[in-house]
């Protein structure tokens, strides 16, 4: 819990740093490739997460892997996070990041669930619904879920809206079970 706070705090430094030096979208950029590295290579979120390695050599490797690959201000954040003993806490401080971002930006993130994949057309006359309803940018993610039987839910922020045959038959056995 603690370090969840501490996440969210570091996060939205970066991003008040990054918005004062007009620097947000550079910054953004290299978070996405600091999270494509954690989450790509088991070896670097190892490296980031172990508490055996001193703080000199995971700078030292900051340089050696980052150094002239992302901005001048997300390397000397990664150092800091360093010198703080804070590296662990990176991949959490990427997420505050991102969910910040989006909410900076006006960027709703959409999870369209479904038995198959909605056709193009589907995809923007939804995503075309839910931006005239919001008032904000739709960026759509979409899964098959074959145990939804037909139909589809979507999922933004706090909302879930239930089209499925799934909840349609749990209803159902609910009024049958009440009756």
């Known amino acids: 819990m603690a370090d969840s706070r501490a996440a969210l705090r570091y ?38 997460q172990s508490p055996v390695i001193n703080t000199q050599r995971k700078k030292s490797v900051f340089t050696e892997v980052l150094k002239g690959n992302v901005s001048e201000l997300m390397f000397s954040f990664l150092i800091l996070l360093a010198s703080k003993k804070r590296e662990m806490i990176v991949p959490e401080i990427i997420e505050q990041f991102k969910i910040q971002y989006d909410e900076l930006r006006g960027i709703m993130n959409v999870t369209l669930r479904s038995v198959s994949k909605f056709s193009p057309e589907q995809n923007t006359a939804l995503v075309k619904k839910l931006q005239d309803a919001t008032k904000k940018t739709v960026r759509l993610e979409e899964v098959t879920d074959a145990a939804l039987i037909g139909g589809f839910t979507v999922s933004y922020g706090d909302t879930v809206l239930d089209g ?16």
């Open 11 to 48: 996060a939205r430094a970066l991003l008040g740093t990054a918005q004062e030096l007009k620097q947000l979208d550079a910054v953004n950029t290299d978070v996405l490739l600091i999270d494509g590295l954690l989450k790509g290579s088991r070896e670097f979120r190892l490296f980031m």
């Open 164 to 179: 499925s045959v799934l909840r349609q038959l749990a209803v159902l056995k609910q009024q049958l079970t009440e009756a």
